[in-house]
C-alpha cells in the first residue's frame, strides 16, 4: 500500500473529491490518500486480489453478524468493504466487516463515526490490521475489534469498550463470543472456513 505523495494534509470531503474516480481501493490515513492494493514504492501489488479464504470469511463473518441481528430483530447494521467509514475528518477506512449500532451514523453513502464491531481479515496488507488500524479504532470508540489473521490460524480480540488494555488471542476452533452482544452471538472460524 502507498499514498500518495500530497504534502499538505486533506480533508475527508476533498479525499472524496479526489478519489470518486478512482477505481482502486483507497483509504484516508492522516490526512494522506493511501491506495491498498500497490506496495510501498506504488507498484501495483502482484495479488491485489483478495485470497478465496479471505473472501470466504469476510463473507461468511458478514452473514453470521447480519443473521444475528435480523433473528433477535436489532436495530444494528452489519456492513462490509468496500464502504467508507469516516472516523474523523484525516482518516477515512474500509473495514472488512463492520456492526453499527446507531443508525444515524449511516447515510446513503457511508458510515460517520466509529462502528460498535470491526472484523479485518487479514490479507497482503497484514501488518496494517495489526498497527495502524489498531490505533486508529482504539483511538475512535471501536468497542470491539477482531483480527482474524489467516496466516496464524488465530483471532486476535480487543475489547476497548470493557477492557481497554486486554488481548485476547483465540484458535480458529474456540468458541469466540461477540462482546457487544454480551455473547449471546459466538463465532467458531473453524466452521467457517
Not at 479525499?15 to 506504488?42: A, M, N, P, Q, S
Not at 463492520?98 to 458510515?111: A, E, L, T, Y
Not at 468458541?175 to 472456513?193: C, E, F, N, Q, W
Given at each position: 500500500?502507498?499514498?500518495?505523495?500530497?504534502?499538505?494534509k486533506?480533508?475527508?470531503?476533498?479525499?472524496?473529491?479526489?478519489?470518486?474516480?478512482?477505481?482502486?481501493?483507497?483509504?484516508?490515513?492522516?490526512?494522506?490518500?493511501?491506495?491498498?492494493?500497490?506496495?510501498?514504492?506504488?507498484?501495483?501489488l502482484?495479488?491485489?486480489?483478495?485470497?478465496?479464504?479471505?473472501?470466504?470469511?469476510?463473507?461468511?463473518?458478514?452473514?453470521?453478524?447480519?443473521?444475528?441481528?435480523?433473528?433477535?430483530?436489532?436495530?444494528?447494521?452489519?456492513?462490509?468493504?468496500?464502504?467508507?467509514?469516516?472516523?474523523?475528518?484525516?482518516?477515512?477506512?474500509?473495514?472488512?466487516?463492520?456492526?453499527?449500532?446507531?443508525?444515524?451514523?449511516?447515510?446513503?453513502?457511508?458510515?460517520?463515526?466509529?462502528?460498535?464491531?470491526?472484523?479485518?481479515?487479514?490479507?497482503?496488507?497484514?501488518?496494517?490490521?495489526?498497527?495502524?488500524?489498531?490505533?486508529?479504532?482504539?483511538?475512535?470508540?471501536?468497542?470491539?475489534?477482531?483480527?482474524?489473521?489467516?496466516?496464524?490460524?488465530?483471532?486476535?480480540?480487543?475489547?476497548?469498550?470493557?477492557?481497554?488494555?486486554?488481548?485476547?488471542?483465540?484458535?480458529?476452533?474456540d468458541?469466540?463470543?461477540?462482546?457487544?452482544?454480551?455473547?449471546?452471538?459466538?463465532?467458531?472460524?473453524?466452521?467457517?472456513?
Open positions: 500500500m502507498t499514498a500518495i505523495t500530497n504534502p499538505e486533506i480533508t475527508a470531503e476533498e479525499y472524496f473529491r479526489l478519489t470518486k474516480d478512482i477505481e482502486e481501493r483507497t483509504e484516508l490515513i492522516d490526512g494522506h490518500i493511501v491506495f491498498l492494493d500497490r506496495d510501498e514504492t506504488g507498484n501495483p502482484a495479488l491485489a486480489a483478495p485470497s478465496t479464504i479471505h473472501q470466504t470469511l469476510v463473507g461468511r463473518l458478514f452473514s453470521r453478524a447480519d443473521s444475528f441481528i435480523l433473528a433477535n430483530q436489532g436495530t444494528c447494521k452489519a456492513l462490509l468493504a468496500p464502504y467508507d467509514v469516516v472516523l474523523d475528518d484525516e482518516n477515512t477506512v474500509q473495514p472488512d466487516v463492520f456492526v453499527v449500532c446507531d443508525g444515524s451514523k449511516i447515510d446513503d453513502h457511508r458510515c460517520n463515526g466509529a462502528p460498535d464491531w470491526i472484523i479485518e481479515v487479514t490479507s497482503s496488507n497484514r501488518m496494517d490490521d495489526f498497527a495502524r488500524k489498531l490505533a486508529l479504532y482504539k483511538l475512535h470508540g471501536v468497542r470491539e475489534y477482531w483480527i482474524v489473521d489467516t496466516d496464524g490460524k488465530r483471532v486476535i480480540v480487543y475489547n476497548f469498550d470493557q477492557h481497554p488494555n486486554v488481548v485476547e488471542f483465540y484458535d480458529w476452533t468458541t469466540i463470543p461477540v462482546s457487544i452482544y454480551g455473547g449471546k452471538l459466538t463465532i467458531r472460524i473453524a466452521d467457517l472456513v
